[in-house]
């Protein structure tokens, strides 16, 4: 379900000029412009199903995917793992490493998209600017298509695809940064306890 970490796809449009793309160097400054970051977001299943709930991001390395009722999932990566509670097992999260999943490249320290060759497209259309990014040692991993608007830069969706080719949508909307999160947000230990009580 991490397909349960990836809207509206982007219209057809006519070519876009090179020049009114968001350039890289502009969308790695706003991802390091923050520490952390929330919102709530609508997510569209591989299956056509949609479901909704709250995003925290504290970066780097730490995400929570709350979802709304009925659904009762969570997930939640930190200490590069990534956790996924799913309230129809009674089995503890599952879990693999964060590094595995193309949202690992946003959640970096320091995020710099020109670098080690992992942006595979970079395009605009309708007034909005798309990167595709992917892990250029382990392309296998899957890819995530972020879209940006401009003025100011700001994340409206991400489009993540995985190993199997399934791609799960996220789009973002009332974000609002810089306020502090509790770090029992993201802590999976205490969460893992939480559950099977």
Same mark, same amino acid.
């Given at each position: 379900? !991490?397909? #349960? !970490? ?9 070519? #876009? ?12 400054? +706003? ?5 952390? #970051?929330?919102?709530? +977001? ?18 780097? %390395?730490?995400?929570? +995917? /709350?979802?709304?009722?009925? /659904?009762?999932? !969570? ?16 089995? %503890? ?16 320290? /320091? ?8 942006? =595979? ?5 309708? %007034? @909005?600017? #798309? =990167? =595709? ?12 298509? !972020? $879209? +940006? ?9 991400? $489009? $993540? ?9 996220? $789009? ?21 306890? @939480?559950?099977?009580?």
């Amino acid at each position: 379900m !991490l397909s #349960a !970490l990836s809207a509206l796809a982007v219209a057809p449009a006519l070519p #876009a000029r090179a020049d009114d793309r968001i350039p890289l160097s502009e969308i790695s400054r +706003f991802f390091n412009s923050f520490t952390t #970051a929330q919102g709530a +977001f609508t997510q569209i299943n591989p299956d056509g199903g949609i479901t909704t709930g709250r995003l925290y991001i504290h970066r780097p %390395g730490r995400v929570r +995917f /709350e979802y709304d009722p009925p /659904e009762r999932s !969570l997930v939640m990566a930190s200490g590069g793992q990534v956790a996924i509670f799913d309230a129809r097992s009674n089995q %503890g999260p599952s879990q693999y490493p964060l590094r595995r999943t193309p949202l690992n490249l946003i959640l970096e320290r /320091e995020v710099d998209l020109s670098r080690r060759r992992m942006v =595979v497209d970079h395009f605009a259309e309708d %007034g @909005a600017t #798309a =990167v =595709v990014a992917q892990d250029p040692d382990h392309p296998e991993y899957g890819t995530i298509q !972020l $879209i +940006f608007t401009p003025n100011p830069t700001e994340l409206r969706q991400w $489009i $993540i695809t995985d190993d199997s080719r399934a791609e799960t949508t996220v $789009i973002l909307r009332d974000m609002s940064f810089g306020e502090p999160l509790r770090a029992r947000l993201f802590n999976i230990t205490a969460e893992t306890d @939480a559950w099977q009580r």
